[in-house]
Structures are given as structure tokens and as C-alpha cells.
């Protein structure tokens, strides 16, 4: 009688664990977060000082031309408000890619590279990490925007809209930002990677109509990613038509979630294989 072949099954212990790693490396970042408040403080400061200085410096100028039925400054904050918010998640990924090339750059990778986890969860982590932070930077400009006079016409549909469009945003810009924090040498570098992605808003109709634009640069104002983004959360929050522009912005979230995500992972997995 032939004797069964023994097979051993591999130890609960070396098994992988994407879930628990995850939430692990989630745990990691955001007490990162919590030690270094200066960091957010800092991503979050920009866009509200740009917020401060477009409505008391510029919106009288700015919104008298806007035709509103107000006029002036209580025209332009409700038109402003919406690049603003964009352009907090835009600062707050720049974080993101600081933090990935921190890892990539400090031997943190190498650490990893020697421990029995999910590879994925690296990344996840940040992803989860930074989408968190950039929800609580949202929180904080949106209610300055209010203090100084946004007054958003929503119903409460329509600000989930702008909740989950938000959340999609930060999502693909995320994942962007961690690959072109992978490919940074330096943090240095890592920390102006992203200041062409932040001055998008300023090149779009996030602070002025494109209307009043050159041809040339009013044709790139129209056609970039972020304009049919703020042309969205302007309609949402201001209730007024969007239009097409809800579906071409989450088009161009999905091609940048897609593309920066396949970025990540093939970029990540040649470093964490060598």
C-alpha cells in the first residue's frame, strides 16, 4: 500500500494579511500625521490664505465684473470658493508625495523588504492615510470659506454630490501623487513636484471666468482636467446646471486614479524586488 505524501501547510504566521497590513501602515501614517501637525498646518494654510487674498484683496475688483446681483466681494466668494477647495486637496497630496519619498529615500523600503507583509498595503496606507487628511483639511477651509462670507445654496442631495465627487478627486490625485513621489530622488525634489498640479486651478475657471481669457490659454483653461471639476462643484454646491461637466470630471478622475495607480504599483513592486 503506497504511503500519502505529507504536505504541511504554511503557518497562520506566514500568511498574508492585505487587510490587517493595511490598516497597520494606516495606523503608521496617521500617527505620522498626528507628530508632525505642521505638515498639515502648512498644507492647509496655503490654500487658505489664497482664500484671504483673492476675497479682501481682489474681490471687490473681481466680482464687480461677474454680474452677480450682489456685487463685488459677496459675488466673488461664492465663485471663488470651489477653486479654493480643489486647490486644498491639490496642496494636501503635495504631503503625500513627501511622505512616499521620505520612505523611498530614509531605508524604510528595506525594512519592509525584510518583513513577511502584503506589499500593497505600503501604498495603501498612504492612499487611505492622505484621503483621510485631506478630509479634514476640506473641513477646515470649507468653514473658513463660510466665515468669510460663501454662502452655498445646496440641498442636502446635492452636498453629498459634492462629498463624493470631493472624495473621488482626492482619490485619483492621490494615487498620482504617490507615484511621482516614488520617482523623486530627493524629498526635496518630491516637495515641488506637484507645484505645476497646484497652479492648475489659477490656469482654469477656479478665479476667473474663461471668458475673459486669451484665446490660446482659454482653450487650455477649458480643456484641462480641473476646470469641468470646479465648473461641478460650482453647480453643486451653488445650485446651478453642470451640464456635462460631472461626467468629464470623473472621466478624467478615472483616467488619473487608473494611470497613477498602475504608475504606483509598477514602480513600487521593482523597488520592493530588488
Not at 474681490?59 to 446681483?69: C, D, F, K
Not at 529615500?105 to 518583513?115: C, D, Q, S
Not at 473621488?168 to 515641488?192: D, H, I, M, P, Y
Not at 446646471?241 to 494611470?259: D, E, K, R, S, T
Request: net charge positive; charged share 10%; hydrophobic share 50%.
Amino acid at each position: 500500500m503506497s504511503t500519502p505524501a505529507l504536505t504541511s501547510p504554511a503557518p497562520a504566521a506566514l500568511k498574508f494579511h492585505p487587510l490587517h497590513d493595511s490598516a497597520t501602515m494606516l495606523r503608521r501614517n496617521l500617527k505620522r500625521m498626528v507628530r508632525y501637525p505642521s505638515m498639515t498646518v502648512q498644507l492647509v494654510g496655503m490654500p487658505i490664505i489664497f482664500l484671504l487674498l483673492f476675497v479682501y484683496v481682489f474681490g471687490g475688483t473681481l466680482g464687480a465684473g461677474l454680474g452677480g446681483t450682489s456685487g463685488g466681494r459677496a459675488d466673488y466668494v461664492n465663485y471663488v470658493a470651489p477653486g479654493i477647495i480643489l486647490m486644498t486637496i491639490t496642496a494636501t497630496v503635495q504631503g503625500t508625495t513627501i511622505s512616499v519619498a521620505m520612505d523611498m529615500t530614509e531605508g524604510i523600503i528595506a525594512r519592509f523588504r525584510t518583513m513577511h507583509i502584503a506589499r500593497v498595503s505600503v501604498l495603501t496606507g498612504h492612499v487611505l492615510g492622505s484621503v483621510i487628511q485631506a478630509m479634514i483639511s476640506l473641513a477646515i477651509v470649507i468653514g473658513v470659506a463660510l466665515l468669510v462670507g460663501f454662502r452655498p445654496t445646496a440641498g442636502l442631495g446635492a452636498w453629498f454630490a459634492t462629498a463624493g465627487l470631493l472624495l473621488v478627486v482626492t482619490f485619483a490625485l492621490v494615487w498620482l501623487a504617490v507615484a511621482l513621489g516614488q520617482v523623486s530622488k530627493t524629498v526635496e525634489s518630491a516637495s515641488n513636484v506637484l507645484t505645476p498640479l497646484i497652479l492648475l486651478p489659477f490656469l482654469g475657471s477656479g478665479f476667473v471666468p474663461t471668458d475673459s481669457m486669451p484665446a490660446g490659454l482659454r482653450w487650455f483653461a477649458e480643456y484641462q482636467p480641473f476646470t469641468p471639476i470646479i465648473e461641478t462643484l460650482r453647480g453643486l454646491l451653488m445650485d446651478e446646471p453642470i451640464g456635462n461637466n460631472a461626467w468629464i470630471a470623473l472621466g478624467w478622475c478615472a483616467v488619473i486614479a487608473l494611470g497613477g495607480y498602475l504608475w504606483s504599483r509598477r514602480l513600487f513592486n521593482r523597488e520592493f524586488s530588488r
